[in-house]
């Protein structure tokens, strides 16, 4: 496995003063984002290191409504040592969770929130409908931005106003998409997994059309796995 001090070197935040936006997958040879729907398929205790490891250096982490409703996302999300970590490198023990949604089809008495040591956020637009904003507030902070569809950009300054500075987006696929469409996309860490998968799984971005030209920062080889970054160009 890799030591602490490499994985902290590889992936150091530039600059923690300033808004920043990381979007981690993983993904296999041939592009697949998942297997049978979940992206567990495709990764290994290498790539839970990686993983982990960004989860300890943010201020908050992001994630699709479909993400949750795919994966779960129950308690904690770093484990004891991690929390420790932060603490003493000046953050707070848990980076709170944040949930971008159209429709608000997330359950407010589901355990992502009954089961969050930070109050997680639920990030959406005005015309999101409501009753489940309404419901939704009881458990979470609102965020909202965007008439008719969450105006990222805005969302971005929001957090940084509210102290979130570093983000880091777990996915998905829709929810990526949305980031490269409103050029919201600081940094890429993808993990080849090496296997092909063929099928119709997503690719790891989908939605509109846009090109982010990208530059390479580090190609870390880590057991079978390959974890690129990279950053904009
Ligand atoms: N390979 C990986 O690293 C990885 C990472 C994450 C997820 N996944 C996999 O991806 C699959 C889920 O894919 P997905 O594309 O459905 O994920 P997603 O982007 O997390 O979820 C899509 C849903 O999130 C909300 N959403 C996303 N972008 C939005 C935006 N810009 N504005 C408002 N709401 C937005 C919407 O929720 P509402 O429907 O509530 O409106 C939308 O239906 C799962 O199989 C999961 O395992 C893989």
């Given amino acids: 496995m ?11 935040v530039p600059d923690r003063s300033v808004p920043y936006l990381r979007v981690n997958f993983v993904s296999s040879l041939d592009g697949a984002a998942w297997r049978d729907g979940r992206s567990g398929g495709l990764n290994d205790a290498w790539d839970q290191q990686v993983f982990t ?8 982490v992001m994630v699709g409504a479909g993400t949750i409703r795919a994966e779960g996302y129950v308690g904690a999300l770093l484990a004891g040592p991690a929390q420790q970590w932060r603490v003493e490198n000046g953050l707070s023990a848990h980076p709170p969770l944040a949930i971008v949604s159209h429709r608000l089809d997330v359950d407010p008495a589901s355990e992502v929130f009954t089961s969050a040591p930070e109050r997680p956020l639920v990030i ?6 409501r009753e489940r904003r309404d419901a939704l507030a009881e458990v979470a902070d609102l965020v909202v931005h965007g008439r008719d ?31 490269i469409a409103a050029d919201a996309v600081d ?19 989908r939605g509109p059309h846009r090109t982010l030209p990208m530059r390479l920062a580090h190609a870390l080889p880590g057991g079978p796995m390959l974890f690129l970054r990279y950053l904009r160009a």
Avoid at 124 to 129: D, L, M, R, S
Avoid at 157 to 178: D, I, K, W
């Fill in 2 to 12: 890799f030591d602490d001090a490499t994985l902290l070197e590889h992936y150091a």
């Fill in 124 to 129: 959406t637009h005005h015309a999101a409908p």
């Fill in 53 to 60: 490891l960004l989860r300890r250096l943010t201020d908050v």
């Fill in 149 to 179: 569809a969450v105006d990222l950009v805005a969302v971005r300054a929001e957090l940084a106003e509210r102290g979130l500075r570093h983000v880091l987006c777990e996915g998905g696929p829709t929810l990526f998409g949305s980031l």
């Fill in 187 to 205: 940094e890429l860490c993808l993990t080849l997994s090496p296997v092909l998968e063929s099928g119709d799984a997503s690719r790891v971005a």
